[in-house]
């Protein structure tokens, strides 16, 4: 999950904060002690985590904070604010300009994953309205090209080439020119890159620049590789010039100190991160809402976004009648995993959900979305008859070495398979209660149950 470890180790550090009545200095720098360190175990870098644990605690030893009744949740609220502010404190878009077309060069080192994030980008803004050119400007790389021309494909988004035999520079201005006859009003450059800065790629990108004037030059870094690629982040912006960062493999960093560093150490916002490698799995980045997931807050906002692009209305709709009428059924706990599933990795929405990470249901079925668990999952509903699906009750043992044979599992997995789907019973009816009580209350409805 994002940040696991720095979330973790936060989380139980306010847990103590809000048991107390009243705050003390001491008990404020204690925490901030914790903080400081979570913060460097998570490789973020120094100097940005001795001015946000300064900033922290300068206000929260303020008057209204010790004098508050809830004191602890007043310093999470600052620890929020802070972390909000730390990663860019509001969305930043990509300009578009009044006079297409627009522009936006991607950058970085090689292996940082350009060429896919220029399809993912494209595919982000076709979904906007507009209409986008992906241009293969790296010719050293061998299969750079055909990656970028197969992802075109597959995206049904035009890929402009000269071959690898053109300079870069003149590929880059013949895509303006083509954009500009056949009305593509956004060009998407896959520039080169190198495995380590050098003198001779700065100078290529700076040719590319000047002769096309990008209206973004967008840094594709590796989220994973933590401060080494802030601190290259920070020497392309000094040598180039960017506009903004894409962080790719978000979805794989555990400790997120990249993303921690990275605004503060360049002065450049994170615009988009990486999620997953499927086309579709490039986001938004919103400091607001990553900081409420790394605090245990969750990111209702979002879950509802992918829920709205992902999730069958109707049949939402046809399983909450179900959950309330009782008749919830193994086969709509298979078709339910299948749209969670669609969804993203199980504990990422888990962790858009407010409270929900520390369910004692949610710990028994997290691993029940892994492929290889989905796969014998699905065989060993297919395995029982359709009375079985629909009255789980009736499978004893002699039935359950029936469903073990027929699915090539064993009675232990039937018998795993049977408790996550009442586990998952348990938290649908908490789901349902949770939407009744929200909704008395105006607030948004829970994205399963539209």
């Known amino acids: 999950m994002i940040f696991e470890g720095l979330s973790e180790k936060l989380q139980n550090t306010f847990k103590k904060l809000k048991g107390k009545g009243k705050l003390s200095e001491t008990d404020v720098a204690e925490a901030m002690r914790e903080v400081k360190i979570a913060l460097l175990e998570a490789d973020v870098n120094f100097k940005v985590v001795k001015d946000f644990v ?121 895509a303006v020119e083509h954009a500009r006859s056949y009305g593509n009003d956004v060009i998407i450059i896959d520039t080169a890159g190198r495995l380590h800065i050098n003198e001779e790629l700065m100078d290529e990108l700076r040719n590319i620049r000047e002769s096309v004037h ?116 193994l086969q709509d706990f298979m078709e339910q995993m299948d749209q969670v599933k669609s969804m993203g990795p199980l504990e990422e929405i888990i962790g858009m959900i407010p409270g929900m990470g520390q369910m004692k249901q949610l710990k028994n079925i997290k691993g029940s979305l892994d492929e290889k668990e989905f796969a014998r999952m699905r065989a060993i509903i297919q395995s029982m008859t359709e009375k079985e699906r629909k009255e789980p009750r009736i499978i004893k043992d002699s039935r359950k070495k029936r469903i073990a044979r027929g699915s090539g599992t064993k009675v232990s997995d039937v018998n795993r398979l049977l408790k996550q789907f009442d586990e998952t019973k348990k938290m649908m009816k908490q789901f349902t209660s949770m939407d009744k009580n929200i909704k008395k209350g105006g607030g948004f409805k829970l994205p399963f149950f539209k």
């Open 214 to 329: 990008p209206h973004e030059i967008l840094f594709v870094m590796d989220a994973t590789t933590g401060q080494d690629a802030v601190t290259v982040a920070k020497t392309f912006n000094e040598q180039l010039g960017i506009d903004g960062v894409i962080m790719t493999k978000l979805d794989g960093d555990t400790r997120g100190g990249a993303a921690l560093s990275v605004k503060a150490v360049t002065g450049k916002p994170i615009k988009f991160a990486g999620m997953g490698e499927k086309l579709d799995a490039l986001e938004p980045f919103h400091p607001d809402r990553m900081a409420a997931r790394i605090l245990g807050m969750g990111d209702v906002l979002s879950l509802i976004e992918k829920a709205q692009s992902t999730i069958d209305t109707e049949k939402a709709q046809e399983l909450q009648r179900k959950i309330k009428s009782q008749e919830y059924s």
């Open 54 to 174: 300064k900033k922290v605690k300068d206000r929260a030893i303020g008057l209204e904070v010790m004098e508050s009744l809830t004191p602890g949740q007043h310093v999470v609220k600052i620890v929020n604010d802070e972390l909000t502010e730390l990663m860019g404190g509001t969305q930043s878009k990509i300009m578009i300009s009044s006079k297409p077309p627009t522009v936006i060069m991607l950058v970085g080192l090689q292996g940082a994953g350009k060429t896919t994030t220029a399809g993912k980008l494209a595919n982000i803004l076709r979904k906007q309205g507009r209409r986008p050119l992906l241009v293969a400007g790296d010719i050293y790389r061998p299969a750079a090209i055909k990656q970028l021309q197969v992802l075109g494909e597959q995206l049904n988004i035009p890929v402009f080439t000269l071959g690898n035999k053109t300079n870069p520079v003149d590929i880059a201005k013949g």
